[in-house]
Each structure stands twice: as C-alpha cells, then as structure tokens.
C-alpha cells in the first residue's frame, strides 16, 4: 500500500448522505479514526438536515445546501475549539444527518375501549383507530432528546412511544372537541383536527412535528352498539314503548319462524323463539281486547239487548288462532280461558 494511499484514508473530503430506503430518522457518518480536511465539503441534500457534535455538544446545525467547511461555516465549532485564525489542519468531529422528510402511514388505535364522558349518554366506551404522518422538525432537540450517539435510529424505534402519546390524549381532545359521540363519529375530520391540537406540544418537544393525522374509525363495542340501535329504535317510533315492542317482535317473528321450520336450533334457541312468540302473543291478545273493547264502546245504548255486532265466524276464527297459540306454548291455558269467555260471551 502506497504512503499517499494511507494518507488519504485518514481524512475526509467529501461528507454527504444517501438514504438507502425508508425508515431511517438519523445517521451518523462513519469517522473510525479519521479527521474532517480543512475546506472539506459537506452535502445536505433536500428533505435532509446535519448538525455537528463536538466532544457531545451540538455545534452547527445546516439545513439543505452545499457548504465548505472553514470557520466562517462553522462558527459556534470555531468559537468552542478556539479557533483566534483560520484553521487549517483537520479537526474532528461527529457529524449526524437527520431525514425530514413525512414518515407516513404511521398506524395508531384503541386495543381496548377507551371511557370517556359523554353529553348524551354520560359515560361511554370506544375504539377508534387511523393513522398519522410526521417528520422531524428540530433535529437538535431531536439529537439530544431520542437518537443520541447512535449509528442509526430508524422509525420503528420511534413507533411505540408515539402511539402511546396519541392514545394517551384521545379523552382530551374529545373532551376539547365538545362533541357528543354520534356527532364524534359523523364529524371524524373534527376529531382529527381537536387530536392534532392536543399531539402538537407534546410531539414538538420530542424535535417532532405530526402532520395528517386521520381518523378512520369510531365505534363502540358490540354490546354498546345494540343498545345504541335500541336507543336509536325507539327514537324513530316516537319513544311509545308499545310501538317499540312491535317493532322488536315484528324483527323476532322472522328468526322465530325460521327457527322452527328448521325443527330447532338448540335451547337457547327455543327460549329466544319461545320470548318473540309470547311477545307476540301479548300484542295480539292486546290488540285484540282493544278492539273488542272498541267495538262494545260504540254499540247504541238503546240496542244492548241486541248481538254487539260480532260475527259468529269472526269468533270462532279468533279462538282457532288463540287455541294455536295456547298449543305452542306461547299461551297460557289461564289466558286462553279467560279471552274464549270473554269472546262467548258477545255471542250471548
């Protein structure tokens, strides 16, 4: 090996950074031994940002550019090395890149629901999931707050901890947001914007300024919802719990007949079938007292000797479907007693 050759190995000319793929928020560049040549010339490219560290103090911070290194370059490194004139023997020192460009498509959620309180129904649990972009905005405070003297730190170290500050603000930026969750859940870009605001601080103290952030999703858990479309039911019949009732056996009726044409489905399945029939069952005896009652309310006071009005056959049709119900079990034989005399006795 030539002298000129282990020469030239001993200082650098030429410092500069390639990204070899994605992921990578700082690098160090590779000095072993060596010593930076005087007038030496350092490349930052775009979406790229290198500070110089002396003996562990941050030095220089250079954004995108070409630079040659001299004192005017490097003025808060020529002041700690005492540099009274221009330097020109090599000096070292470590030189660190940072990316800043969007790390994107960064994942966050709720593994489990979350409590918060809510204007319409006080306490409720959610999930709720997106995603989010950031990218380093103060890579000295970035230097000396996450990736230290590390060769490299690449994002996935990174992930975690930024999950974590994410969900951990959720319940404040809902509670920022002052929106209830079925106007939370119809409102996501609101959402979004009230986590932004509450991730700001917090990320910019880490060097980190987040960007994108999205929500994708918010739900509740499954119990939660059938209550919330039981809720939302009895909204849309007027919250009368006796259309609500027909509503819910008029939704059984289906499952129930489908239930028993298939001949089971097991216990818990006949006493689901066995609920929508005795439900259907009240409604119909209901209903049906009411019309009875109706039809006697209306006969002329002048006419109570004579027949109400009721139609033999309409009578027997009515038992026929009674005795059917009782047959199924869905009727009691006390509640079929007492409608078949109460019916016997308009034919008096």
């Known amino acids: 090996m030539a002298l000129m050759d282990f020469i030239k190995k001993q200082f650098i000319d030429i410092i500069q950074w390639t990204e070899e793929g994605d992921g990578t928020l700082a690098w160090r560049f590779p000095m072993a031994d060596m010593e ?4 030496a ?3 930052v490219r775009e979406s790229q940002m290198a500070i110089f560290v002396n003996e562990g103090q941050v030095a220089d911070v250079f954004g995108p550019g070409t630079y040659k290194l001299t004192t005017q370059t490097l003025p808060v490194l020529t002041y700690l090395k005492n540099w009274d004139k221009l330097f020109e023997s090599p000096f070292k020192s470590d030189v660190y890149f940072f990316s800043t460009r969007q ?3 960064q994942k966050w959620g709720t593994p489990q629901p979350i409590t918060i309180r809510d204007k319409d129904f006080g306490a409720v649990r959610l999930r709720a999931f997106g995603n989010y972009a950031f ?6 405070l970035f230097h000396t707050e996450i990736s230290g003297t590390r060769d490299s730190y690449p994002v ?4 975690g901890q930024l999950r974590g500050l994410v969900l951990q603000n959720i319940s404040n930026a809902i509670a920022g947001s002052g929106l209830p969750f079925l106007d939370l859940a119809a409102n996501q870009v609101m959402f979004a914007d009230a986590l932004t605001k509450e991730l700001a ?23 939660l919802q059938k209550i919330l479309d039981q809720k939302i039911g009895m909204g849309m019949v007027g919250n009368d719990m006796g259309k609500f009732m027909q509503y819910q056996t008029a939704q059984a009726i289906p499952k129930f007949a489908e239930g028993a044409g298939s001949g089971g489905g097991g216990i818990a399945g006949d006493a689901m079938g066995l609920g929508a029939g005795v439900a259907l069952g009240q409604v119909l005896a209901q209903n049906l007292q009411a019309g009875l009652q109706g039809g006697s309310s209306q006969a002329a006071p002048a006419a109570a000797a004579a027949p109400v009005g009721v139609k033999p056959e309409d009578v027997m049709a009515t038992l026929e479907k009674l005795g059917e119900l009782k047959s199924k079990g869905i009727l009691t034989q006390e509640e079929f007693d007492a409608k078949k005399a109460e019916l016997l ?3 008096v």
Request: hydrophobic share 40%; charged share 25%.
């Open 103 to 105: 790390q994107i498509d």
């Open 41 to 43: 010339s350092l490349t």
């Open 345 to 347: 006795k308009k034919l």
């Open 201 to 223: 601080p917090v990320f910019a103290k880490l060097g980190l300024l987040i960007e994108n952030l999205t929500v994708q999703n918010v739900s509740l858990p499954e119990e």
């Open 156 to 159: 996935a170290d990174l992930e």
């Open 36 to 39: 930076i040549q005087n007038g």
């Open 135 to 140: 990218r380093i905005a103060d890579p000295k």
